[in-house]
């Protein structure tokens, strides 16, 4: 049987949650930990859902929710919870076309994934990184140039720190990194990097998408809300990607591993050669 399509739910922006308001947030990993604190102290009163029984959780964890005042809903979700909430949040791991969510999205209650949340709290400029494979290794890459270039950095999203652990503090980097799964991008709106890079599209997640045009299509929507003074950043190696072009005013840059005239990098004799259309070429070994 083909599986339905990913659904894209409709999110008022700015999200119009206020003090007192029930939010409800499935999923009690770390980025549900996260956005639990954060709304908690916006006033809303805030329920956690998550499949796992209570004794399969941190205690710790369970501990410090419960004593800021969550509500803690384990070993499944009940309808009830979901259809009486103002807004639901959803962590990345959770899947979007689960019953309860596609009932809630009938009943007009928003429903936004966590990164989407906390991008629309955020001032910093983001650099955003997905791809099948290598999204972690190049995120942690680009956070340690930035660093070593002097500059303070972010370094999380789907690694290590979610997005909404930076929303919710003082915000003080001047450059967010950011690795983003597909998961992530079914559930943005209004997400806009400064930079999106793409490193490839092949088969993987077939378990949650159609097929993998499905998957490369929730992949691509990292670029979607981007427009000028932004930047795409492509493999040119990889054929899904290699016919792709941004809309008008993103400025598209492509890299490969053999030297063609349209390439902004490339490898050459053990050489990365590197530069922006009608300028220099920088040289890295």
């Not at 795409?232 to 591993?257: E, F, K, M, Q």
Request: hydrophobic share 40%; charged share 20%.
């Amino acid at each position: 049987m083909a599986k339905a399509p990913v659904q894209k739910f409709k999110v008022p922006s700015p999200l119009s949650t206020g003090p007192g308001d029930k939010v409800l947030i499935v999923g009690l990993g770390i980025s549900g930990i996260w956005t639990a604190r954060w709304m908690t102290q916006q006033g809303a009163r805030v329920t956690v859902s998550d499949m796992k029984k209570t004794s399969a959780l941190d205690p710790a964890m369970v501990e410090e929710l419960m004593e800021s005042g969550i509500e803690l809903e384990t070993g499944g979700h009940r309808k009830e919870t979901f259809l009486t909430a103002d807004t639901i949040i959803v962590s990345p791991g959770v899947p979007h076309d689960m019953p309860l969510l596609r009932s809630a999205a009938r009943k007009n209650i928003p429903v936004i994934g966590e990164m989407e949340l906390a991008s629309r709290f955020i001032h910093t400029p983001i650099i955003a990184v997905t791809g099948t494979n290598g999204k972690t290794t190049v995120t942690a890459l680009v956070g340690e140039l930035l660093k070593n270039a002097g500059l303070k950095v972010f370094v999380g999203g789907n690694i290590g720190t979610p997005l909404m652990a930076y929303a919710s503090g003082k915000q003080e980097a001047d450059y967010l990194v950011v690795e983003v799964s597909s998961f992530q991008l079914d559930t943005i709106q209004t997400f806009c990097p400064f930079i999106s890079v793409i490193l490839n599209i092949t088969p993987d997640h077939l378990d949650r998408y159609a097929d993998v045009e499905a998957y490369a299509r929730s992949k691509l929507r990292i670029y979607e809300n981007q427009g000028p003074g932004h930047y795409l950043i492509l493999n040119d190696d990889d054929r899904r990607l290699s016919s792709l072009g941004p809309a008008s005013g993103v400025s598209l840059l492509r890299y490969g591993l053999g030297r063609r005239r349209e390439l902004n990098a490339f490898l050459e004799e053990g050489t990365v050669r590197a530069g922006l259309a009608g300028g220099p070429t920088h040289c890295f070994s």
